[in-house]
Protein backbone atom coordinates (compact mmCIF):
# COMPACT_ATOMS: atom_id res chain seq x y z
CA UNK A 1 0.00 0.00 0.00
CA UNK A 2 1.37 3.26 -0.85
CA UNK A 3 2.27 5.34 2.82
CA UNK A 4 0.35 8.14 0.50
CA UNK A 5 -3.08 6.57 0.49
CA UNK A 6 -2.81 5.95 4.55
CA UNK A 7 -3.47 8.68 6.95
CA UNK A 8 -1.16 9.06 10.02
CA UNK A 9 -2.57 7.96 13.27
CA UNK A 10 -2.43 11.32 14.75
CA UNK A 11 -4.47 12.74 11.66
CA UNK A 12 -7.07 9.71 11.98
CA UNK A 13 -7.59 10.16 15.67
CA UNK A 14 -7.86 14.07 15.43
CA UNK A 15 -10.31 14.24 12.66
CA UNK A 16 -13.18 11.14 14.25
CA UNK A 17 -13.12 12.41 17.76
CA UNK A 18 -13.69 15.94 18.00
CA UNK A 19 -12.97 17.83 21.62
CA UNK A 20 -15.59 17.24 24.60
CA UNK A 21 -17.68 20.25 25.43
CA UNK A 22 -16.42 22.45 28.47
CA UNK A 23 -18.42 22.19 31.69
CA UNK A 24 -18.49 25.81 32.46
CA UNK A 25 -21.77 26.94 30.76
CA UNK A 26 -23.98 24.41 33.02
CA UNK A 27 -22.26 25.63 36.72
CA UNK A 28 -23.50 29.45 35.32
CA UNK A 29 -26.88 28.45 34.47
CA UNK A 30 -27.30 26.58 38.17
CA UNK A 31 -25.30 29.69 39.97
CA UNK A 32 -28.12 32.41 38.11
CA UNK A 33 -31.28 30.04 39.37
CA UNK A 34 -29.47 30.04 42.76
CA UNK A 35 -29.16 34.18 43.02
CA UNK A 36 -32.77 34.51 41.22
CA UNK A 37 -34.86 32.17 43.75
CA UNK A 38 -32.71 33.05 46.72
CA UNK A 39 -33.79 36.69 46.71
CA UNK A 40 -37.23 35.28 46.26
CA UNK A 41 -37.55 33.28 49.13
CA UNK A 42 -36.69 35.60 51.29
CA UNK A 43 -39.35 37.74 50.09
CA UNK A 44 -41.44 34.94 51.05
CA UNK A 45 -40.17 34.26 54.33
CA UNK A 46 -40.58 37.88 55.49
CA UNK A 47 -44.08 38.16 53.95
CA UNK A 48 -45.04 34.96 56.09
CA UNK A 49 -43.22 36.47 58.89
CA UNK A 50 -45.58 39.63 58.66
CA UNK A 51 -48.42 38.17 58.15
CA UNK A 52 -47.60 35.47 61.65
CA UNK A 53 -46.53 38.73 63.63
CA UNK A 54 -49.99 40.39 62.67
CA UNK A 55 -52.03 37.42 63.72
CA UNK A 56 -50.08 37.54 66.72
CA UNK A 57 -50.07 40.98 67.84
CA UNK A 58 -53.43 42.70 65.84
CA UNK A 59 -55.65 43.31 68.65
CA UNK A 60 -58.22 40.24 69.89
CA UNK A 61 -61.60 42.40 71.38
CA UNK A 62 -62.91 45.64 71.06
CA UNK A 63 -59.99 47.56 72.90
CA UNK A 64 -60.04 49.31 76.15
CA UNK A 65 -63.09 49.60 77.93
CA UNK A 66 -64.17 46.24 77.73
CA UNK A 67 -63.51 43.03 78.94
CA UNK A 68 -64.40 39.47 78.55
CA UNK A 69 -64.78 35.86 79.96
CA UNK A 70 -65.21 32.60 78.58
CA UNK A 71 -68.04 30.58 80.35
CA UNK A 72 -71.15 28.26 79.14
CA UNK A 73 -74.93 28.72 78.66
CA UNK A 74 -76.77 27.36 81.67
CA UNK A 75 -80.11 27.29 83.25
CA UNK A 76 -81.76 26.30 86.32
CA UNK A 77 -82.43 22.67 86.87
CA UNK A 78 -85.93 21.47 88.57
CA UNK A 79 -85.71 18.06 89.67
CA UNK A 80 -89.56 16.53 89.72
CA UNK A 81 -89.70 14.39 92.68
CA UNK A 82 -92.28 12.02 94.88
CA UNK A 83 -93.77 13.25 97.98
CA UNK A 84 -94.71 10.07 99.21
CA UNK A 85 -92.88 6.79 98.75
CA UNK A 86 -94.77 4.60 95.99
CA UNK A 87 -94.96 2.85 92.82
CA UNK A 88 -94.98 5.15 89.50
CA UNK A 89 -98.07 4.42 87.53
CA UNK A 90 -97.89 6.16 84.48
CA UNK A 91 -95.45 8.96 83.11
CA UNK A 92 -96.99 11.21 80.27
CA UNK A 93 -94.15 13.18 78.91
CA UNK A 94 -90.24 12.19 77.51
CA UNK A 95 -86.92 13.36 77.15
CA UNK A 96 -87.10 17.44 75.29
CA UNK A 97 -90.52 17.77 75.89
CA UNK A 98 -92.04 21.30 76.08
CA UNK A 99 -93.69 21.84 79.49
CA UNK A 100 -95.86 24.39 81.12
CA UNK A 101 -96.16 25.11 84.60
CA UNK A 102 -99.33 22.96 86.29
CA UNK A 103 -98.97 20.39 83.47
CA UNK A 104 -99.55 16.70 85.25
CA UNK A 105 -96.24 14.76 84.22
CA UNK A 106 -96.25 11.77 85.73
CA UNK A 107 -99.11 9.73 87.92
CA UNK A 108 -98.36 7.76 91.35
CA UNK A 109 -100.28 4.62 92.31
CA UNK A 110 -103.36 5.51 94.63
CA UNK A 111 -104.64 2.67 96.15
CA UNK A 112 -103.29 2.75 99.43
CA UNK A 113 -104.24 6.30 99.79
CA UNK A 114 -107.74 5.91 98.49
CA UNK A 115 -108.46 3.83 101.46
CA UNK A 116 -107.00 5.91 103.78
CA UNK A 117 -109.08 8.83 102.60
CA UNK A 118 -111.93 6.20 103.03
CA UNK A 119 -111.21 5.31 106.41
CA UNK A 120 -110.67 8.94 107.10
CA UNK A 121 -114.23 10.03 105.50
CA UNK A 122 -115.98 7.20 107.60
CA UNK A 123 -113.81 8.66 111.12
CA UNK A 124 -115.36 11.96 110.31
CA UNK A 125 -119.02 10.99 109.97
CA UNK A 126 -118.85 9.33 113.19
CA UNK A 127 -117.15 12.12 114.63
CA UNK A 128 -119.89 13.99 113.46
CA UNK A 129 -122.50 11.50 114.96
CA UNK A 130 -120.60 12.09 118.19
CA UNK A 131 -121.56 15.83 117.98
CA UNK A 132 -124.79 15.46 117.61
CA UNK A 133 -125.16 13.04 120.31
CA UNK A 134 -123.29 15.03 122.99
CA UNK A 135 -125.59 18.11 122.03
CA UNK A 136 -128.54 15.63 122.25
CA UNK A 137 -127.04 14.88 126.11
CA UNK A 138 -127.03 18.69 126.61
CA UNK A 139 -130.62 19.01 126.03
CA UNK A 140 -131.32 16.10 128.33
CA UNK A 141 -129.15 17.83 131.14
CA UNK A 142 -130.65 21.18 130.24
CA UNK A 143 -134.73 19.79 131.27
CA UNK A 144 -133.35 18.25 134.03
CA UNK A 145 -131.88 21.29 135.42
CA UNK A 146 -135.01 23.15 134.35
CA UNK A 147 -137.17 20.53 136.10
CA UNK A 148 -135.11 20.65 139.34
CA UNK A 149 -135.41 24.01 139.28
CA UNK A 150 -138.99 23.82 139.51
CA UNK A 151 -138.62 21.59 142.51
CA UNK A 152 -136.51 24.35 144.29
CA UNK A 153 -139.14 26.65 143.76
CA UNK A 154 -142.04 24.13 145.14
CA UNK A 155 -139.70 23.65 148.07
CA UNK A 156 -139.47 27.56 148.48
CA UNK A 157 -143.06 27.72 148.72
CA UNK A 158 -143.39 24.96 151.40
CA UNK A 159 -140.67 26.65 153.70
CA UNK A 160 -142.74 29.94 153.12
CA UNK A 161 -146.04 28.05 154.55
CA UNK A 162 -143.92 25.82 156.86
CA UNK A 163 -142.66 29.73 158.30
CA UNK A 164 -146.01 31.05 158.37
CA UNK A 165 -147.57 28.32 160.14
CA UNK A 166 -144.76 28.16 162.53
CA UNK A 167 -145.39 32.19 163.57
CA UNK A 168 -149.07 31.89 164.17
CA UNK A 169 -148.34 28.64 166.69
CA UNK A 170 -145.83 30.58 168.75
CA UNK A 171 -148.66 33.56 168.65
CA UNK A 172 -151.03 31.07 169.52
CA UNK A 173 -148.58 29.43 172.31
CA UNK A 174 -147.82 32.49 174.43
CA UNK A 175 -151.66 33.53 174.04
CA UNK A 176 -152.61 30.05 175.53
CA UNK A 177 -154.46 28.75 172.30
CA UNK A 178 -151.77 25.97 170.97
CA UNK A 179 -150.12 23.37 173.08
CA UNK A 180 -146.49 23.30 173.06
CA UNK A 181 -146.71 20.54 171.08
CA UNK A 182 -148.03 21.93 167.85
CA UNK A 183 -145.31 24.85 167.60
CA UNK A 184 -142.60 21.86 168.13
CA UNK A 185 -144.53 20.23 165.35
CA UNK A 186 -144.48 23.29 163.00
CA UNK A 187 -140.75 24.17 163.81
CA UNK A 188 -140.04 20.66 162.48
CA UNK A 189 -141.65 21.35 160.00
CA UNK A 190 -139.83 24.55 159.10
CA UNK A 191 -136.32 22.61 159.52
CA UNK A 192 -137.52 19.65 156.84
CA UNK A 193 -138.77 22.39 154.57
CA UNK A 194 -135.54 24.03 154.60
CA UNK A 195 -133.39 20.91 154.30
CA UNK A 196 -135.46 20.47 151.44
CA UNK A 197 -134.67 23.47 149.55
CA UNK A 198 -131.06 22.73 150.31
CA UNK A 199 -131.42 19.78 148.61
CA UNK A 200 -132.89 21.08 145.56
CA UNK A 201 -130.54 23.57 144.99
CA UNK A 202 -127.60 20.98 145.56
CA UNK A 203 -129.77 19.22 142.78
CA UNK A 204 -129.84 22.38 140.39
CA UNK A 205 -126.21 22.67 140.95
CA UNK A 206 -125.63 19.26 139.74
CA UNK A 207 -127.95 19.39 136.75
CA UNK A 208 -125.67 22.56 135.52
CA UNK A 209 -122.44 20.48 135.92
CA UNK A 210 -124.03 18.11 134.41
CA UNK A 211 -125.01 20.73 131.26
CA UNK A 212 -121.28 21.36 131.28
CA UNK A 213 -119.91 18.58 131.01
CA UNK A 214 -122.37 17.31 128.02
CA UNK A 215 -120.86 20.71 126.59
CA UNK A 216 -117.93 19.42 127.25
CA UNK A 217 -118.28 16.33 125.29
CA UNK A 218 -119.82 18.58 122.54
CA UNK A 219 -116.36 20.62 121.94
CA UNK A 220 -114.43 17.28 122.53
CA UNK A 221 -116.73 15.59 119.44
CA UNK A 222 -116.05 18.98 117.79
CA UNK A 223 -112.56 18.57 117.81
CA UNK A 224 -112.72 14.85 116.19
CA UNK A 225 -114.90 16.35 114.00
CA UNK A 226 -111.88 18.93 113.11
CA UNK A 227 -109.23 16.43 113.47
CA UNK A 228 -110.99 13.75 110.92
CA UNK A 229 -111.34 16.69 108.51
CA UNK A 230 -107.57 17.18 108.42
CA UNK A 231 -106.78 13.94 107.95
CA UNK A 232 -109.63 13.59 105.32
CA UNK A 233 -108.00 17.34 103.60
CA UNK A 234 -104.04 15.70 104.31
CA UNK A 235 -105.11 12.51 102.69
CA UNK A 236 -106.46 14.57 99.68
CA UNK A 237 -103.06 16.53 99.47
CA UNK A 238 -101.64 13.63 99.55
CA UNK A 239 -103.52 12.11 96.47
CA UNK A 240 -103.07 15.60 94.66
CA UNK A 241 -99.57 15.59 95.43
CA UNK A 242 -99.62 11.88 93.87
CA UNK A 243 -99.36 13.35 90.24
CA UNK A 244 -96.63 15.11 90.14
CA UNK A 245 -97.15 18.31 87.82
CA UNK A 246 -94.39 20.63 86.58
CA UNK A 247 -93.52 24.01 88.93
CA UNK A 248 -92.37 26.44 85.62
CA UNK A 249 -92.39 26.74 82.46
CA UNK A 250 -89.33 24.31 80.94
CA UNK A 251 -88.39 21.54 78.68
CA UNK A 252 -87.87 17.71 79.96
CA UNK A 253 -83.72 17.13 80.13
CA UNK A 254 -84.28 13.70 81.79
CA UNK A 255 -86.51 10.44 82.76
CA UNK A 256 -84.63 9.44 85.74
CA UNK A 257 -87.35 6.77 86.52
CA UNK A 258 -90.01 4.52 84.81
CA UNK A 259 -93.47 3.57 85.12
CA UNK A 260 -93.99 0.36 87.33
CA UNK A 261 -90.78 0.98 89.62
CA UNK A 262 -91.16 2.26 93.12
CA UNK A 263 -89.71 5.21 95.32
CA UNK A 264 -89.01 6.10 98.59
CA UNK A 265 -90.12 9.53 99.54
CA UNK A 266 -88.02 11.99 97.38
CA UNK A 267 -87.42 9.84 93.98
CA UNK A 268 -86.52 11.96 91.20
CA UNK A 269 -88.65 11.21 88.77
CA UNK A 270 -87.70 13.82 85.99
CA UNK A 271 -85.62 16.50 85.61
CA UNK A 272 -86.73 19.65 83.96
CA UNK A 273 -84.83 23.08 82.77
CA UNK A 274 -86.64 26.31 83.56
CA UNK A 275 -85.77 28.12 79.85
CA UNK A 276 -87.02 31.21 81.37
CA UNK A 277 -84.02 31.22 83.62
CA UNK A 278 -81.17 31.00 81.10
CA UNK A 279 -77.52 32.41 82.40
CA UNK A 280 -74.10 32.46 81.78
CA UNK A 281 -71.23 32.00 84.29
CA UNK A 282 -68.04 33.09 83.44
CA UNK A 283 -64.64 34.91 85.66
CA UNK A 284 -62.80 37.80 85.60
CA UNK A 285 -59.52 38.88 87.26
CA UNK A 286 -59.19 40.44 90.57
CA UNK A 287 -57.83 43.62 88.53
CA UNK A 288 -61.08 44.29 86.95
CA UNK A 289 -64.19 42.82 88.93
CA UNK A 290 -64.38 46.10 91.22
CA UNK A 291 -65.55 47.96 88.18
CA UNK A 292 -68.55 45.20 87.24
CA UNK A 293 -71.23 46.61 89.24
CA UNK A 294 -74.98 44.84 89.28
CA UNK A 295 -76.84 44.81 86.25
CA UNK A 296 -73.96 45.86 84.42
CA UNK A 297 -74.98 45.45 80.30
CA UNK A 298 -73.41 42.19 78.86
CA UNK A 299 -73.02 41.05 75.12
CA UNK A 300 -72.44 37.29 74.61
CA UNK A 301 -71.35 35.82 71.65
CA UNK A 302 -71.74 31.53 71.38
CA UNK A 303 -69.46 30.02 69.12
CA UNK A 304 -71.78 27.83 67.97
CA UNK A 305 -73.65 31.03 66.62
CA UNK A 306 -71.09 33.45 65.81
CA UNK A 307 -73.38 35.24 63.99
CA UNK A 308 -76.05 36.57 66.82
CA UNK A 309 -74.79 38.62 70.15
CA UNK A 310 -77.17 38.29 73.01
CA UNK A 311 -78.15 40.80 75.77
CA UNK A 312 -77.82 40.38 79.05
CA UNK A 313 -76.83 41.70 82.41
CA UNK A 314 -75.03 41.11 85.52
CA UNK A 315 -77.13 39.46 88.13
CA UNK A 316 -74.24 37.98 90.38
CA UNK A 317 -70.56 38.50 91.13
CA UNK A 318 -68.94 36.86 93.62
CA UNK A 319 -68.22 38.51 96.75
CA UNK A 320 -65.06 36.15 97.30
CA UNK A 321 -62.18 35.82 95.25
CA UNK A 322 -61.38 31.28 94.25
CA UNK A 323 -58.26 30.69 92.28
CA UNK A 324 -58.59 29.81 88.52
CA UNK A 325 -60.59 27.07 87.93
CA UNK A 326 -59.16 24.75 85.31
CA UNK A 327 -61.66 25.05 82.91
CA UNK A 328 -61.18 29.11 82.14
CA UNK A 329 -58.93 29.97 79.48
CA UNK A 330 -57.86 33.35 79.00
CA UNK A 331 -56.50 35.24 76.10
CA UNK A 332 -54.25 36.88 78.11
CA UNK A 333 -52.17 35.75 80.97
CA UNK A 334 -53.98 33.77 83.50
CA UNK A 335 -54.74 35.14 87.08
CA UNK A 336 -54.37 33.38 89.98
CA UNK A 337 -57.08 34.81 91.97
CA UNK A 338 -60.34 34.77 89.95
CA UNK A 339 -64.32 36.14 90.78
CA UNK A 340 -67.58 34.37 89.80
CA UNK A 341 -70.17 36.59 87.58
CA UNK A 342 -73.02 35.39 86.35
CA UNK A 343 -75.45 37.13 83.31
CA UNK A 344 -78.66 36.15 83.37
CA UNK A 345 -80.49 36.51 79.94
CA UNK A 346 -84.01 38.49 79.97
CA UNK A 347 -87.00 36.13 80.28
CA UNK A 348 -89.01 38.34 77.64
CA UNK A 349 -86.21 37.23 75.00
CA UNK A 350 -85.88 33.77 76.14
CA UNK A 351 -89.81 32.99 75.55
CA UNK A 352 -89.94 34.71 72.33
CA UNK A 353 -87.07 31.54 71.27
CA UNK A 354 -87.71 29.26 73.61
CA UNK A 355 -87.34 26.39 70.91
CA UNK A 356 -83.54 28.02 70.36
CA UNK A 357 -82.23 28.02 73.96
CA UNK A 358 -79.59 25.05 74.29
CA UNK A 359 -77.40 24.74 77.53
CA UNK A 360 -74.28 24.03 77.84
CA UNK A 361 -72.81 25.83 74.85
CA UNK A 362 -69.29 27.77 74.89
CA UNK A 363 -69.15 31.36 74.20
CA UNK A 364 -67.70 34.65 75.68
CA UNK A 365 -69.28 37.57 77.49
CA UNK A 366 -68.40 40.65 76.81
CA UNK A 367 -68.36 43.76 79.55
CA UNK A 368 -68.51 47.52 78.96
CA UNK A 369 -66.36 49.04 81.91
CA UNK A 370 -66.31 52.16 80.38
CA UNK A 371 -69.99 53.88 79.81
CA UNK A 372 -68.52 56.07 77.45
CA UNK A 373 -67.27 53.84 74.90
CA UNK A 374 -69.48 52.48 72.33
CA UNK A 375 -70.21 48.95 71.63
CA UNK A 376 -68.46 48.71 68.21
CA UNK A 377 -70.90 46.94 65.32
CA UNK A 378 -69.28 43.48 65.92
CA UNK A 379 -70.90 43.33 69.53
CA UNK A 380 -73.71 45.12 68.90
CA UNK A 381 -76.87 43.19 69.63
CA UNK A 382 -78.12 40.78 67.05
CA UNK A 383 -80.87 38.12 68.09
CA UNK A 384 -82.52 36.02 65.94
CA UNK A 385 -86.28 37.64 64.16
Do not use: C
Request: no cysteine; hydrophobic share 45%; proline share 6%.
Amino acid sequence: MNPTDTPSTHETASTAAPPAPAVAPAATVTTKLKKRLIPAIIVVALVLAGGVAWMLLRPKGPGIGFVSGNGRIEATEIDVATKLPGRVQDIMVNEGDFVHAGQPLAQMQLDVLDAQRDEARARYREAVNAVASAKAQVAVRQSDKAALQAVVGQRESELDAAGRRLARSDTLSREGAASIQELDDDRARVRSAQAALIAAHAQVSAGQAAIEAAQAQVVGAGSSVAAAEATVARVEADITDSQLKSPRDGRVQYRIAEPGEVLGSGGRVLNLVDLGDVYMTFFLPETVVGKVPLGSEVHITLDAAPQYVIPATVSYVSSTAQFTPKTVETESERQKLMFRVKARISRELLEKHLTLVKTGLPGVAWLKLDPRVPWPANLSVKVPE
